[in-house]
């Protein structure tokens, strides 16, 4: 938490001047095979032995981050000015498929990712269209009133829940690792297509 503290410390000159600012943090304190934990942070289990110990330790060791990261924004009065986006890079294999690799196959684990968005105090909750990183860089400017030349591939996300489409649109997939699966999504049917 020290780490997260001191971060936010740096950016406390610009924050004064009442700048706005840009700030991504990549972080991968929930990995697989979330055994790269200081000891001293798994607060679950101790000495943790099985898959599931140590992955509850990520789990709630990323929880506190994540208190911890909004609650310095709260400290600085910043909550409802900040428009936070959390998302992960790929989903997470469970086996039920027969799959416990990240780096094979196209099954819908790897692909299903959250996102949350927390904009002006509030956030919803969407689960009926489906969207994709593409999808991000076109939203934020929209949503920040952003008017500027821009070639993004992607389809604005509404900022109501009110105001999504009634059609889902097409969403190109790749799986990074293996290279041999070429996809698309149009929710709830996934193409795929296997070039090995």
Do not use: C
Request: proline share 7%; no cysteine; aromatic share 12%.
């Amino acid at each position: 938490m020290r780490t997260l503290s001191s971060l936010f410390a740096s950016l406390d000159p610009e924050l004064r001047e009442g700048r706005p600012l840009f700030v991504a943090l990549a972080t991968i304190s929930n990995h697989q095979p979330f055994t790269e934990m200081p000891p001293d942070q798994e607060r679950l289990y101790s000495a943790p032995v099985t898959f599931n110990e140590n992955f509850q330790n990520s789990i709630h060791l990323a929880d506190g981050y994540l208190r911890a990261f909004f609650g310095e924004l709260e400290t600085r009065g910043l909550l409802e000015k900040s428009l936070v986006i959390l998302l992960g890079d790929h989903g997470m294999v469970t086996g039920l498929d027969g799959n416990v690799s990240n780096e094979k196959s196209a099954s819908a684990s790897l692909f299903r990712i959250p996102l949350f968005v927390f904009w002006q105090g509030r956030s919803w909750r969407n689960g009926a269209i489906a969207y994709s990183q593409l999808d991000l860089a076109p939203s934020i400017l929209e949503w920040l009133g952003i008017s500027a030349d821009a070639h993004f591939a992607g389809e604005v996300i509404p900022a109501e829940a009110e105001s999504l489409p009634r059609e889902q649109h097409l969403i190109p997939l790749v799986q990074p690792y293996d290279g041999i699966f070429l996809m698309s999504l149009l929710y709830p049917y996934k193409y795929g297509y296997n070039t090995a």
